[in-house]
């Protein structure tokens, strides 16, 4: 059953996480992982939203996304992104 990773983001470093951007597609080949959302206008339509990014990867399973968050490829991309912004990010099952 396919998976979602779903992160909300605050960008603190614009240049550092546009690095981070550009380190990201390659690791999720290995993992069958896909973007759904990364970023696109956003409008909030009930409650607070405090994120001003949004970003959805879908994978093949709960299992393919947490390796590829515990990966050792996604490694160094993950400590820049978690140095150049702060937010959330889970993963849940998709229907």
């Known amino acids: 059953m396919a998976a979602y990773v779903i992160v909300q ?14 380190q990201v597609p390659p690791t999720l080949d290995a993992f069958g992982g896909e973007f759904v959302v990364r970023g696109g206008d956003q409008e909030v339509l009930e409650g607070d939203w405090p994120w001003p990014r949004c970003v959805v990867l879908r994978f093949p399973d709960v299992a393919s996304a947490k390796a590829w968050h515990d990966s050792e490829i996604y490694a160094a991309p993950k400590a820049l992104r978690q140095s150049a912004s702060k937010g959330n990010m889970i993963v849940v099952e998709g229907a």
């Open 9 to 22: 983001v605050e960008v603190t470093d614009p240049d550092a996480y546009e690095v981070y951007k550009g």
